[in-house]
């Protein structure tokens, strides 16, 4: 079992910057893949951004450009820098992680079964 702890939400201004963070802890040997995805009220969940070992990282076309996506291996831990944040990032962003980052580049849906429990992101003057 994987598990996973986000940090880092909260209000902000449109305009403003926000950094996520997700730990990863237990059985991290078995996962590859590590992303954030967000869910707004009335909205499906949706991909944010994805990094994993090797590959080039995965954004959403909402948020590239404003939206960065690290990963440190020596803390277990991935990061989503947020900049230039609007009103339309408002949602609660989950960390996610699995082995199914090809699938989900070619044909989207979630990395895997370890979730985070989602931390509130509210971009709002």
């Known amino acids: 079992q994987v598990q996973l702890v986000e940090s880092g939400g909260g209000l902000v201004q449109p305009g403003g910057s926000l950094r996520l963070s997700c730990a990863a802890s237990g059985s991290i040997f078995s996962i590859d893949a590590m992303g954030w995805y967000r869910q707004a009220p009335g909205k499906q969940r949706e991909l944010v951004a994805a990094v994993a070992s090797g590959a080039r990282p995965i954004y959403a076309d909402s948020v590239t450009g404003r939206f960065t996506i690290t990963r440190d291996n020596t803390k277990n831990t991935v990061y989503l820098q947020m900049n230039s944040l609007k009103p339309e990032d408002t949602a609660v962003y989950y960390c996610?992680?699995?082995?199914?980052?090809?699938?989900?580049?070619?044909?989207?849906?979630?990395?895997?079964?370890?979730w985070g429990q989602g931390t509130q992101v509210t971009v709002s003057s």
């Open positions: 996610n992680a699995g082995n199914r980052y090809a699938l989900v580049a070619a044909y989207g849906g979630d990395l895997g079964d370890y």
